[in-house]
Structure formats: structure tokens, C-alpha cells
């Protein structure tokens, strides 16, 4: 029952109740004490906490492996293992050799599967033996431990960072979560943000890469929604895990209704779940970028492998072994296959099965080579009919990959032979649809006649094509994109004079297209080219052409995304770039006479139209340029690079647009691909996998669009109709008309108006004033922002169409409303930066009109020209901008004197609480506070210590001694015990800290600590020997219990003292 809407108690606490559940031993740390965690025994029904003993994992907040734990792990896995043997396995998971942290991440994750050994088995006599750090086949003889509020040093400083909570398999930190309140805007992004932070991934040393040398994933949550990614996601790649298969939703909360983090704790972390994606599951592989990053399956990629592997097991015949996966265009099918091959090869059962791959995707055939050492199987690739052929008949255990593109025709029609009659083959079939693969899969059904296939699609298998049994798993269309892994279709019929809606337009444009050719011409061509002719008529091209650069300047380029132009044939291929490229010039050139500055004329000059199309043997010249793979792959490489952008190779991301004929319009990966211009009538399948190639997700991408030339609506309604009603209704869904996409705008503006009716601001446009006041409360400030976000993201899928520049206005308002917000409370989830570069470029010059600048911060408080600029303004105004100025402040200074910090922060309280409401008075007491501030401890009694660098441990020394006591409450006594203490302190902390590489070495700190410790309890002892050349001085009266306070916080005073001398005498 959740009583709270806080972070711990509504989703931390859960978190772990449920991994209690689950079995997990769950702890929490002391973050004054690294060596004080205590166990929960239990939680109750408000998720509070009940304790148990607490257990001594590490010595310093410097350690992030519990190497205690490890230790005892690998005893208990290897029990043959010596001291010294665990010793040297344990340096080689904690002392990696790579370089970089992804590469220090893979070489760990290799570790953890791959094993190690050491020279014998001192036992047995066994030379090399094995050494596991986690035993995958029984997931009970391994440690499963989750630390919450587990504090980490950051490397080099005494600073730290907090994940709220670290997962340990046998000691090491494999999972890190992050929690965050549902009632914060946008809760998912400021807990990915965090764990960006701590895992140094925004440019900056700000975290513990180390804590992430051995992560598998991490989670962000609010417990509605939970979310998981790699060490190198993006935002937009994290996503749900909403299947716990093969768990019930009962066994998940058998009290009702089942959250998103509830799902993927026990889809995730249940032991062997978890176990299965480390081992199975986990992949680095290259991206569209040429970079490597690293893959935990998705939960119907998990799912769908469970599934098969289970049909594979119990199925009778090979139709009942095998099926249909439909995982849909852009949801990772191939890394599906993989993880199959993967799942295989670690159970036993499956150890002589041959695998056959019948697929034209050259990644997966490296992906699979990759793989194939890390599971030790062999891959054979068959570059033609008769290589296939002799694969197939050796009874070896191996696979086989038939990589189709590479087989002529003639040789598919062969009928083949039996070959091999065992039943432990499976053959794969990727994309079962096309003409090729129905070929060739005839003749193995021949060959291979007790084989268990199983077919994998993007799209519907057509119900009269069932031919590999039932489905095993389906991920359709709508639900890839309700789970983020794919973003909607806008689909746009062109209304132009160069539009060809069905073939009595054609024939009508032909007429005019070929006015000037004699009748025998005609008749040729209306014979059988009619429609072919028309579409690679250069009057034609030229005209769609120019259309198509106008809709890509103003919808496409301005987020710096790419396009893909289809067309009837190579001819029409190779006229569409000369078409394109006269057609740029001409936009470039009417830009400049304009002085658009809100188009990127520098980039767009550089812009390049790439043509990748197929060649044959005697190629005319004109089609020569275009028919070399080796640059097409240069073409295909800069195409999918950002703009601007330069690989290792030395390749650009010039080229914009990408012109081709049938190559890459299926098969073909390139998220930063926006649009596709349809200029050829694609049909069936074809057609549905075509326009995917813009569902793929990439930053700022609110959807993708195909721009249609040819009206392949009525064949994708066509090409519908042949599939089941459910699977039609599924495509529907998402393959969206332009003016849906038109309503929603409509409906995202209307929620806006309806926000400010509902607070009393039904003329918002005219009350700028009173809109950002109503943002002084949080929780409203939050809805706003979601509101605003959702109607930018509305405007971008429409903008420049007339029916998104009526909102201009309101937009340039909306965002003027957020940047001045941001400045008055200091809330960096107001700025504009969340937008698309398409929406910062309309806004950004109507707000700087009206005197915010979003590009420069807020102005610091104690910055000369803070109080400039609040003259002239409400009273009201000026209070409120003070008050988040004081409070931005304070967290940015409190580690520079913490004392000092808590009580501005008190005072500030105080001075709220007084004048509530007052404004004239409450600004008034802000500006006199904010002097307080500026002046800091130089007008207070400093007791002869620099106020700035020395009292802020006398402070310390003093709130840790003496409570919330103020200064002049003191007796003399304890004024002159403290002061003789702050001084030995700050004596025995400069003496120490002046050693070589003291704040790399943790021995030296582990020692000043004990100095500083001992030191406090030998002053509380009369005539007690001070140590290390301090002077001895009489105790205060009251030494017992001071002694008593000291003893027991000892750690957590010397901890606070360091992290305060780092900041003093370390940086």
C-alpha cells in the first residue's frame, strides 16, 4: 500500500521489498560510515523499514566491489581453490587491462562468461582448471545482494555520488538504479540524467566509471513508469521491460493492478532472469554510427527466444517444433536470431544441433562470427548453391549461414536432393516473404526434410502463406511503437501536378510529358512502358524534385535529419540527382536573397545526394559512378552520420539524401533517415517493409514520413487486406494519416487551454504575468512542462503546414512563459533545450526580443548585476527571484562550510514562514538577508581563523559537538576547548594532506582519519598525551559525554572533516 508519493517510500522501499521477494538480501548503507550497512529484514505494509544486524562489506567509500563477498564467492563456486588462487582470479576482475571504460566493460563481461584459470588444481593435479565467478546453472549457489543509498567516492576528490541502489551478484556492482518521484516533472529523464552523471557520461569527471566497469544495465524508475539501458544508451534507447515472462501478472502483485517497475523487477531480476540476460541476453555490437555499444535484449526478444527454445524441447514434429516469430520493422529481429543461437549453444541438450540461417544481412553475419567465440561454435558461410549443399549434409554440429543475395536464380530453381535427414536441424528463415527465400526454402523443405524451421517477419505472414505453423511470439507494429522502440508513420499523399493517383492520371500526364514524339514512339511506349516512362521523364523528375527539397528543407533538415528518395528504376535514380542537386542550388540560392537565418545555409551548402543502385555486366557509362560497393558503402556510411560529423575513417556526414532504386529500401538500418520520398508503386510487403526504414528511433524524432508521389495508398490498403483482421488493425494504428497527425496538435493545444482555464487564466496570451506566478508551485510547474513538451513535439511533426503556423503565436508565448519561469525559479527543466533545433529557432529570437537570452543562465545571486536586474520589478517578482537565488545557492556552497550553509538555510525557513505573503517586507528582508550571505563569517567572531578557509571546521567541529548551540551560547570553556581542537585538527589535516598523491592514496587518508580520531578522544582525557607534536589542553567539564558523542561518531566526524579538507585543501 503506498501511502507516500515520495522517493523512498514510493519507490525506492518497493524496489526492494520486491527484491526481497525474489529472494535477494537487501541492505542499506550509512553514509556517514562505509562500514556500517545494515540488513532489512522486512518492510511493512507502508514500506517501512525493519532492521537487522548490521554487516561490515568494505573499509572506504573508495571500494565499489565487496571484495569480501567476492572472496567467499569464488570459495564456495571453486572449492578447490586456494588463498593465494583467489587472490590472483580476484586482481584479474578488479584490475582490468583495456584502456577505455566501454572497453574495460566488455573485457569484465568477456570474463564473467568466458571464465579464467589459474596454473593447476592443487588437488587434483588438474592443469588450467577452470574458474567461474558466477555459476549460470544454479543460480542459488551465487550471492545476490541490493545496497540501497550505496555511497561511492568520486576518483580523486573527497566528493561523492549516492545511487539509490546497487545490485551485486558475488560482490561485484552489476546493476545500478536510480529513483526518482512520480510527482517531479519528468522523473524518467532526471533519473537518467543522474545515472549519466555517475557513470561520467556527460563529458565531465562527475562520477565513479569504476562502480560501471562491471555493469550489465541500469534502471531509472518512478515506479509508474521503469525504464533500463547500457553504459552507452541514449535517453531515447531506454526503454520498458513489460512482459515478466515467464512469470504470471499474479505471482508479479498478487494484490492488483501491476506497475512498470514492478514488471521489470521480476522480468529482469529474478535470479535466473537476470542470470540468463547476463550470460544470453548482453551483446556489444556496432552501430549505425560505425561506434560499438552495448545490447541487453528486449523483453520480447527474451521472451520470443524462451518460447522457441521450449517449442524446440516439447514439440512432437517438426511443424509442431517450429513457427512464426512476427517481431516488427526496427524491434531488433536479427539480434533475436542471434540471442536464439546464443540460448542453444549454453544448454546441452541442443549441443548437436546444426542452425541454418537463411538471411541477406551482412551485420548479422559478422554479429554471429563475433559471437561465435565467446560460445564456441563454428560458422560456416555458403557463397553459393553447390558450398550450401555440402554444408548441409555433414552431421557436424555447426551453422550455416546462406546469405541468399549472393545465389543466382537459376541455381534456386534446381530442385536439391535429400541431404541430411536428422531432426536436430533448425533452419531460420529471416523476412520468409520474399520470392528468393520461397525458393530456397522450398528445396530444403526437400533436403532437410525432418528440419524444425522457423520464419522471422516484420510484417504479417499472409494468411494463406502459413505454411511454418503458428506463431510463437508476436511484437506488432502498435506495441514497438507504445514502448518507444519505434516512432509512428505520418503518411502524405502529395496534391501536385506531378502526383500519379492511379494509371488514367498517368496516362494523362503522359500525354503531356510526350506531346512531342511521333505516334510509332508513342505506341512503344504506351505498349508496355506507359507508367515506367512517365515516372523517369526528366521534365517529371524536375518537378517532383523541387517539391521534394522545399518539404525537406522546411520539415526534415531543420533537426538535421536525412532522406531516402525511391524510385521506378536506375534511370530515374541516376536523373533524380542531377534533378535534386539543380534543385538545392535553386533553394540555397532563394535563401540567400531572403536572409532566412534560421536555415543552416552552411550545412546545407555542404549537403550531398548520394545514388546507391545495382549493377549489371556491360553498364552503360551513366550508370557506372553509381554501381561501386565499395562506394557505396562510403555513401551509406556518411548517410548514416550526423551532419557535421567525421568518422575514423575519414568519412563526413554529408550526404543528406540518398536516392535509390530497389537496394536499401529493406533490411536497411539508418535511425537518422526522417523520410522517405515514394516515387516507384511498391507493393505487399515490400511496401510495408519500405516505409519502415523511417520508424527507427533517434533524438528529437517525433515521427517519421513518407512523402507518396505514386499513391501507394490504395496498395497499402491493398497489400492490408491480405492479412488477418487483428494484424490489419495493428498496422492501421500506426501507419498514420498526415491529418491525425494534424488533430493531435489540436488536441495538445486544447490541453494547454484547458490548464489555464482551470487555474483562472482563460486570457493567458495577455497574462504572461500571472502565468509565471502560477509556476511558483512545483507540482503545477510540472504539468505545465509536460503539457508544453507534448505540444512542441505536435508542433514539429506539423510545422511548416499552414495548420501549425496558426499556433506560432502561442508557441513563441508558451516558450517565453517557460525560459522567464526558468530564470525566476532557477528550474532547469523550464529551458527550452528540450525542444527540437526546428522549434529553438522560431522561439529563440521572440524571447530574446523580450530580454531572456536562454542560452545564458540565470544570474549568480551575489553576481554586481543580480540586484540591476531586479529593479523596477513587482515586489512580488523581486521575492521570489531572490528566494531561488538564495536557495540555488546555498546547495551550491553548503560543502564549503556546512555549518554555516544550514544556517542560512534555517534563516531562510524562518523568514518564509514570517512574512508569507508579504511581499514589499519579504523582498525587503531577502536583500538585507543576501548581504548577510555575501559578507559571510567576517562579520561573526572568527576566534583568529581565516573565515573562509579555517572556520568552517571550527564550525563543524562545533555542530557535531555541541548540536544546534548557536556561537554566544557557549560557555568559555567550551569556546576555548573548541578552538585549541579546530586548531590541532586543522594543523594535523594541513601536515598530512601535504603528502605526495595523498588524495589518490587511501592508506594515506585511512591515516589522517585515525590521527584526526584519536586526537578527538585524547583531548576529552586530562593530561592525555595529545600525539604527533600537539600541545596538550584541559578538557571541558562535561568531557564523559563528549567523550561518549566522539567515540560513537568518530567515523562519521573524521569522514566529514576529510570531505571538508578536500574541498579545502585538495582542489
Not at 698 to 713: E, H, I, R
Request: aromatic share 10%; glycine share 4%; net charge neutral.
Amino acid at each position: 500500500m503506498y501511502s507516500k508519493l515520495d522517493e523512498e517510500h514510493y519507490v525506492e522501499n518497493p524496489f526492494l521489498a520486491q527484491l526481497l521477494r525474489l529472494g535477494w538480501k537487501v541492505y542499506r548503507q550509512n553514509k556517514d560510515n562505509p562500514e556500517e550497512i545494515k540488513e532489512i529484514a522486512s518492510f511493512n505494509s507502508a514500506f517501512e523499514p525493519s532492521f537487522g544486524e548490521s554487516v561490515k562489506f568494505r573499509e572506504s567509500f573508495k571500494e565499489v566491489v565487496l571484495e569480501s563477498v567476492l572472496k567467499e564467492s569464488l570459495k564456495k563456486i571453486n572449492p578447490w581453490l586456494m588463498e593465494d588462487q583467489i587472490n590472483e582470479v580476484m586482481r584479474k576482475i578488479t584490475t582490468p587491462q583495456a584502456n577505455s571504460f566501454l572497453e574495460i566493460n566488455r573485457e569484465i563481461h568477456d570474463l564473467l562468461l568466458e571464465n579464467t584459470s589459474v596454473s593447476e588444481n592443487r588437488r587434483t593435479g588438474e592443469k588450467s582448471p577452470t574458474v567461474r565467478f558466477i555459476d549460470f546453472r544454479n543460480p542459488e549457489n551465487n550471492t545476490f545482494l541490493a545496497v540501497s543509498q550505496y555511497k561511492v567516492n568520486i576518483p580523486g576528490t573527497e566528493k561523492h555520488i549516492i545511487p539509490d541502489i546497487v545490485l551485486f551478484v558475488n560482490g561485484l556492482p552489476l546493476v545500478v538504479v536510480e529513483c526518482k518521484s512520480p510527482a517531479i516533472a519528468d522523473p524518467l529523464t532526471e533519473a537518467i540524467t543522474q545515472l549519466m552523471r555517475y557513470s561520467n557520461r556527460r563529458g565531465v569527471k562527475e562520477g565513479n566509471e569504476k562502480l560501471f566497469w562491471y555493469n550489465v544495465f541500469m534502471i531509472a524508475t518512478s515506479n509508474q513508469v521503469a525504464k533500463y539501458g547500457t553504459i552507452t544508451s541514449d535517453f531515447e534507447h531506454f526503454v520498458e521491460w513489460k512482459d515478466p515472462y515467464p512469470y504470471a501478472l499474479s505471482e508479479v502483485n498478487p494484490d492488483g493492478v501491476v506497475t512498470s517497475q514492478q514488471l521489470l523487477i521480476h522480468g529482469m531480476l529474478s535470479k535466473q532472469n537476470f542470470l540468463d540476460l547476463l550470460h544470453t541476453f548482453t551483446i556489444f555490437k556496432e552501430d549505425s554510427k560505425g561506434g560499438v555499444i552495448k545490447v541487453v535484449a528486449r523483453y520480447q526478444q527474451f521472451r520470443a527466444v524462451k518460447k522457441m527454445v521450449k517449442r524446440l524441447k516439447e514439440g512432437k514434429t517438426p511443424i509442431e517444433r517450429g513457427g512464426i516469430v512476427w517481431h516488427t520493422q526496427g524491434s531488433g529481429k536479427s539480434l533475436t536470431m542471434m540471442y536464439m543461437v546464443r540460448e542453444m549453444y549454453h544448454q546441452p541438450e541442443f549441443g548437436s544441433f546444426k542452425i541454418v540461417f537463411i538471411t541477406d544481412r551482412k551485420e548479422l553475419e559478422q554479429q554471429l562470427r563475433d559471437t561465435s567465440k565467446s560460445v564456441g561454435f563454428t560458422v560456416n558461410l555458403a557463397g553459393s548453391i553447390e558450398e550450401l549443399k555440402q554444408l548441409l549434409k555433414t552431421k557436424t554440429p555447426d551453422l550455416v549461414m546462406a546469405m541468399v543475395h549472393k545465389f543466382q536464380e537459376r541455381d534456386l530453381k534446381r530442385e536439391f536432393p535429400v541431404l541430411n535427414t536428422s531432426p536436430n536441424i533448425l533452419v531460420m528463415i529471416d523476412e520468409a516473404h520474399r520470392t528468393q527465400y520461397k525458393l530456397l526454402g522450398a528445396n530444403l523443405r526437400k533436403a532437410l526434410p525432418n528440419a524444425v524451421r522457423i520464419a522471422f517477419t516484420g510484417t504479417p505472414i499472409d494468411k494463406t502463406e502459413q505454411e511454418f505453423g503458428q506463431y510463437i511470439d508476436k511484437y506488432s507494429i502498435r506495441q514497438a511503437v507504445d514502448d518507444g522502440v519505434t516512432v509512428e508513420i505520418v503518411y502524405e499523399g502529395r496534391v501536385h501536378s506531378a502526383e500519379l493517383s492511379d494509371e488514367e492520371a498517368a496516362n494523362a500526364r503522359f500525354e503531356d510529358v510526350f506531346r512531342d514524339a511521333d505516334q510509332e514512339t508513342k505506341r512503344q511506349i504506351l505498349g508496355k512502358y506507359t507508367w515506367k516512362a512517365y515516372l523517369e521523364a526528366e521534365e517529371v523528375i524536375r518537378d517532383k524534385a523541387k517539391d521534394m527539397i522545399d518539404h525537406y528543407v522546411t520539415h526534415i533538415f531543420p533537426n538535421g535529419f536525412k532522406a531516402q528518395v525511391v524510385t521506378v528504376s536506375r534511370l530515374a535514380a541516376v536523373r533524380y540527382k542531377k534533378a535534386l542537386e539543380d534543385a538545392l542550388k535553386e533553394k540555397i540560392a532563394e535563401l540567400e536573397k531572403s536572409q532566412n537565418q534560421k536555415v543552416d545555409l552552411k550545412t546545407l551548402k555542404k549537403l550531398k545526394v548520394g545514388v546507391v543502385i545495382s549493377g549489371k555486366q556491360n553498364d552503360e557509362a551513366i550508370y557506372q559512378p553509381y554501381t561501386n560497393p565499395v562506394e557505396h558503402e562510403k555513401i551509406i556510411q556518411s548517410f548514416r552520420l550526423p551532419f557535421g560529423k567525421v568518422n575514423e575513417s575519414g568519412i563526413s556526414g554529408d550526404v543528406g539524401i540518398l536516392v535509390v532504386q530497389s537496394m536499401l529500401i529493406t533490411g536497411f538500418d539508418a535511425p537518422i533517415e526522417q523520410v522517405m520520398y515514394l516515387d516507384n508503386v511498391i507493393k505487399g510487403h515490400n511496401l510495408l517493409q519500405a516505409i519502415a526504414r523511417v520508424n527507427r528511433v533517434y533524438k528529437n524524432k517525433s515521427c517519421g514520413y513518407v512523402v507518396d508521389y505514386v499513391g501507394v495508398l490504395k496498395h497499402l490498403e491493398e497489400a492490408l487486406a491480405i492479412y488477418a483482421d487483428e494484424d490489419l488493425a495493428e498496422i492501421s494504428k500506426v501507419v498514420i494519416n498526415k491529418a491525425k497527425s494534424i488533430a493531435n496538435l489540436h488536441y495538445t493545444h486544447r490541453q494547454i487551454e484547458e490548464f489555464f482555464a482551470k487555474k483562472g487564466l482563460k486570457d493567458w496570451r495577455s497574462q504572461v504575468d500571472d502565468c509565471i506566478d502560477l509556476l511558483v508551485d512545483e507540482q503545477i510547474r510540472n504539468e505545465f512542462i509536460m503539457l508544453v513538451r507534448n505540444f512542441n513535439r505536435a508542433m514539429d511533426a506539423v510545422l511548416p503546414d499552414a495548420e501549425a503556423l496558426k499556433y506560432l503565436t502561442d508557441l513563441k508565448i508558451l516558450s517565453f512563459i517557460k525560459e522567464a519561469a526558468r530564470n525566476r525559479y532557477r528550474d532547469s527543466k523550464l529551458s527550452i533545450s528540450d525542444a527540437s533545433r526546428k522549434i529553438r529557432e522560431i522561439v529563440e529570437e521572440y524571447i530574446v526580443a523580450k530580454g531572456i537570452d536562454p542560452k545564458i543562465p540565470p544570474t549568480p545571486l551575489l553576481d554586481d548585476k543580480f540586484l540591476n536586474k531586479l529593479k523596477g520589478k513587482p515586489a512580488k517578482v523581486k521575492a521570489q527571484e531572490l528566494i531561488t537565488a538564495i536557495k540555488e545557492h546555498i546547495v551550491d556552497h553548503f560543502e564549503e562550510d556546512p555549518e554555516l550553509y544550514e544556517r542560512f538555510s534555517d534563516r531562510l525557513k524562518r523568514l518564509l514562514e514570517e512574512y508569507h505573503e508579504k511581499w514589499e517586507i519579504l523582498a525587503e528582508e531577502l536583500e538585507r538577508f543576501r548581504e548577510e550571505i555575501q559578507k559571510g563569517r567576517e562579520v561573526e567572531n572568527t576566534f583568529g581563523f581565516e573565515p573562509k578557509k579555517e572556520m568552517p571546521f571550527f564550525g563543524l567541529l562545533k555542530k557535531e559537538l555541541f548540536g544546534q548551540k548557536a556561537f554566544n551560547e557557549l560557555s568559555e570553556e567550551e569556546v576555548n576547548f573548541l578552538v585549541d581542537l579546530t586548531r590541532d585538527v586543522i594543523e594535523i589535516i594541513k601536515r598530512e594532506t601535504k603528502a605526495v598523491d595523498f588524495w589518490e592514496s587511501y592508506t594515506k587518508q585511512k591515516r589522517l582519519k585515525t590521527y584526526v580520531g584519536n586526537h578527538l578522544l585524547q583531548k576529552l582525557v586530562p593530561k592525555a598525551s595529545a600525539g604527533k607534536g600537539v600541545a596538550e589542553n584541559p578538557a571541558p567539564y562535561h568531557a564523559d559525554s563528549l567523550a561518549k558523542v566522539i567515540f560513537n561518531k568518530r567515523n562519521e566526524i573524521t569522514q566529514k572533516l576529510l570531505e571538508l579538507a578536500y574541498y579545502h585543501y585538495g582542489k
